[in-house]
């Protein structure tokens, strides 16, 4: 099971920090990576980029260069951090579980959904 | 790799057979290509991976097909529970790309 947490509105500029905590499966597995799915209202999917439990990440290259996702796996969790958002960041974001030996290519497990609205 | 899903809406009825289509801007020779259903206000959920293979617990009416570059997602008869949004999605480069989506709609 995958549970969002974070603050549910951010001023425009500033940094949108989500956290994603695991129960029920190790992070520290071969066989998933770690990840951030966004979906604006209305909208369709968008994936955001993933982390593996040693660290390695994999970005969106249309959001590289304002993401980073990093893992604490002594907490079973991982985290989004998203800088300089605007009002075209408000979307419902999800944690997911991505296949990287099992399932290999797809997000096989998703959490509930955050909302994150972008507003002054 | 862009993939685009048509149509954007199919409206049909309780027994119809349903047929979506996702077509990508490369072809995908990995086979890492996978459906996923949304229903209103709820998270997504695997459907087919590896192009037709059936994720856990998903009825034998869905079924999925295709190479290269055109790729398609089937629901032999629609229950009233298949309405939703479905969206295809490819893996490559390390880099996971979703489609647009369809929505199908009770007709």
């Known amino acids: 099971q995958l549970e969002e947490s974070g603050p549910g509105l951010v001023k425009p500029s500033e940094t949108l920090s989500l956290t994603c905590t695991v129960s029920g499966d190790s992070i520290n597995t071969s066989s998933y990576f770690w990840g951030w799915v966004r979906q604006p209202p209305g909208g369709g999917l968008e994936w955001i980029g993933n982390v593996y439990y040693t660290g390695t990440t994999n970005y969106n290259p249309s959001l590289k260069s304002r993401v980073t996702i990093s893992v604490d796996t002594s907490k079973n969790q991982f985290s989004l951090d998203l800088t300089s958002v605007t009002a075209a960041d408000t979307a419902l974001y999800y944690c997911?579980?991505?296949?990287?030996?099992?399932?290999?290519?797809?997000?096989?497990?998703w959490g509930r959904g955050s909302l994150v609205t972008v507003s002054s | 790799i862009v993939l685009t899903q048509s149509p954007d809406t199919l409206s049909l009825s309780p027994g119809d057979r349903a047929t979506l289509s996702c077509g990508a801007s490369?072809?995908?020779?990995?086979?890492?290509l996978a459906w996923y259903q949304q229903k209103p206000g709820q998270s997504p959920r695997l459907l087919i991976f590896?192009?037709?293979s059936r994720a856990t617990g998903v009825p034998d009416r869905f079924s999925g097909s295709g190479s290269g570059t055109d790729f398609s997602l089937t629901i032999s008869r629609l229950e009233p529970e298949d309405f939703g949004v479905y969206y295809c999605q490819v893996f490559g480069s390390s880099l996971w790309t979703f489609g647009q989506g369809t929505k199908v709609e009770i007709k």
């Open positions: 490369q072809s995908i020779s990995s086979g890492f």
């Open positions: 997911v579980r991505q296949g990287r030996t099992l399932l290999r290519g797809t997000v096989d497990n």
């Open positions: 590896g192009v037709s």
